[in-house]
C-alpha cells in the first residue's frame, strides 16, 4: 500500500490531486496539505474518493517531516513554490520517502539557475534507497523525457534542440499571468541563458525573437527565454550544440509586463510602506487574478513541442515531437486550465512510475535522465497525448539565435 502526500493545493495541486485519486492501485491513500487548509479542502470535496487534507507550512522541514511520518506517505509530490523546493526534500530525506516535483529551486533573494543544491540531496536519497525526481511538470518535464527519446530512438546524434511553448488561450482579462505570477514574472524578464554553437551565451529578457509553427495553432512569433530545461538538457544529451526554450506572448501582455517592471512593481528588493517593510512583486501578487480562478473562463489551446535536428544513419533528419492540450477540455476533467493540466499530470505519471518500479533509481535526478518509454507509453493514456512528425532540414544558419552576447554568463533569474 502505498500513500501519496501532495504539498500544494493550487492549479497544479488540484490537477495532481485528481489523477492521484483516480488511481487506487497505486495510491492507496492520498492527502492534500498546503498551508492553507480550506484551499486544500475545496479540491477534496471535488475529488472521486475521499481525501485526507493538512495544513502545513512547507518552509519548515521539521513540519513537514512530522506530517510525512503522522500520515505514513512514502512518496511526496512537491507542487508548491519553488522556494520550497529544499525543505521538503529535506524533509523527504530524513525520512527516506520518494520526492517529486515540477520545477527548480528558486530562492527569492538570490536566484541562480543551478541544479546544484537539489542534486546535493543525492546521495542522501541514494543512501535511503529512494528517488528523489526534479522538474516533472511539461516544461520542465515532458519536454525533457522528449528529448530522451529522440536521443534513444530518433538520433544517432542530436545537434539542436528547440523547445517552444505556445499558450493560444484566452481568459478574456486585461492582464493575468498563466501560473503563479510571482514565479512567472521572474522568468519573463530574468537575462536569458541559452547553448548555442556549444558555448553559453545570454541576452536581455524579450530581445530575441522568432517565428514557429505550432501544431493546431499556426505561426506564432515566440521569444527566447530563461528555462531551467536549456541546462540539464545540455548536460544530459551528449554532443548537443545548441539547446534553446522558446515562448509565445499577446502584445497586450508583453505591455503590461514593461509597464509593471518600469514602475518597479516587478522588484524583489523590500521596500518601506507606512513602517513595514513589502516586496513590491509580492504585494503584485496579491492584487493579480488568481491563476488557479481562471479555469472555467479560459479557452483555446497550448501548443508545445521540442524541435529536434541531427544525425540519423548519416543523413540530417529534423522532427518534431508535441503535445496539444484544450483548456475547455482540461477544465471539464479537473477544473483547471490547461497549463496548470499538462504541469500535473506529469506529475502524478512520475509518481506512479516511482512507485511501480520503473522510474524507482536511487539517488536525485532530472527527466531526461530516466528510461523514457515507460513515461512516453503511458503520458497519452493520462491525458497528453503526444505526435511524432518529419521536418523539413533547415539550413544550419538559420539555428542562431543572432543577438548580442556575452560568453560564460552567470545564469541568474
Known amino acids: 500500500m502505498s500513500k501519496v502526500l ?93 520526492y517529486v516535483d515540477t520545477s527548480m529551486h528558486d530562492e527569492l533573494d538570490d536566484t541562480v539557475y543551478d541544479y546544484g543544491p537539489q542534486k546535493a540531496f543525492g546521495p542522501r536519497f541514494q543512501e535511503a534507497g529512494v528517488t528523489g525526481l526534479l522538474s516533472i511538470g511539461f516544461d520542465p518535464g515532458v519536454v525533457n523525457v522528449y528529448c530522451a527519446y529522440a536521443q534513444k530512438h530518433l538520433f ?5 534542440i528547440d523547445i517552444i511553448d505556445c499558450n493560444a488561450g484566452s481568459n478574456g482579462l486585461p ?75 499577446n502584445e497586450s501582455y508583453l505591455t503590461h509586463v514593461r509597464v509593471l517592471r518600469n514602475l518597479g512593481l516587478t522588484e524583489i528588493k523590500p521596500v518601506e510602506y507606512n513602517g513595514v517593510q513589502v516586496i513590491p512583486l509580492r504585494f503584485l501578487k496579491q492584487v493579480l487574478p488568481n491563476p488557479a480562478g481562471l479555469g472555467s473562463r479560459t479557452t483555446g489551446k ?11 544513419r548519416g543523413r540530417r533528419r529534423r522532427v518534431r515531437i508535441a503535445n496539444v492540450c ?37 539517488g536525485a535526478w532530472t527527466p531526461e535522465e ?15 497525448p503526444w505526435r511524432l512528425e518529419e521536418l523539413p532540414v533547415e539550413h544550419a544558419a538559420d539555428h542562431r539565435a543572432r543577438s548580442p552576447r556575452r560568453s560564460q554568463p552567470v545564469l541568474r533569474r
Open 6 to 98: 501532495i504539498i500544494g493545493a493550487g492549479g497544479v495541486g488540484r490537477v495532481v490531486t485528481h489523477k492521484c485519486a483516480r488511481l487506487p492501485e497505486v495510491f492507496s491513500e492520498v492527502m492534500l496539505a498546503s498551508r492553507t487548509l480550506a484551499k486544500c479542502e475545496a479540491i477534496a470535496a471535488a475529488c472521486e474518493r475521499p481525501i485526507r487534507t493538512a495544513a502545513v507550512d512547507a518552509d519548515d522541514p521539521a513540519a513537514v517531516e512530522r506530517l510525512i511520518r503522522s500520515f505514513g506517505a512514502r512518496l511526496v509530490i512537491n507542487v508548491a513554490l519553488p522556494y520550497q523546493n529544499l525543505p521538503i526534500m529535506e524533509a523527504c530525506a530524513r525520512c527516506g520517502v520518494h
Open 156 to 160: 544517432d546524434q542530436i545537434e539542436t
Open 175 to 249: 492582464f493575468a499571468t498563466n501560473f503563479d505570477p510571482e514565479t512567472n514574472l521572474r522568468e519573463v524578464l530574468c537575462d536569458v541563458p541559452y547553448f548555442e554553437d556549444g558555448r553559453w551565451h545570454t541576452a536581455p529578457a524579450l530581445t530575441i525573437s522568432r517565428e514557429f509553427d505550432f501544431p493546431e495553432v499556426g505561426r506564432r512569433r515566440a521569444y527566447l527565454m530563461a528555462h531551467e530545461e536549456v541546462l540539464s538538457i545540455q548536460e544530459n544529451i551528449p554532443g548537443v550544440r545548441n539547446v534553446r526554450f522558446w515562448m509565445t506572448f
Open 302 to 312: 497550448t501548443s508545445i513541442a521540442c524541435v529536434i535536428e541531427g544525425l540519423h
Open 326 to 362: 484544450s483548456h475547455e477540455a482540461a477544465y471539464r476533467e479537473v477544473g483547471s486550465q490547461a497549463i496548470s493540466y499538462t504541469t500535473g499530470v506529469p506529475a502524478a505519471l512520475a509518481a506512479r512510475l516511482i512507485l511501480e518500479g520503473a522510474w524507482s533509481r536511487p
Open 370 to 384: 530516466l528510461d523514457p518509454d515507460p513515461f512516453m507509453d503511458a503520458i497519452g493514456p493520462m491525458g497528453l
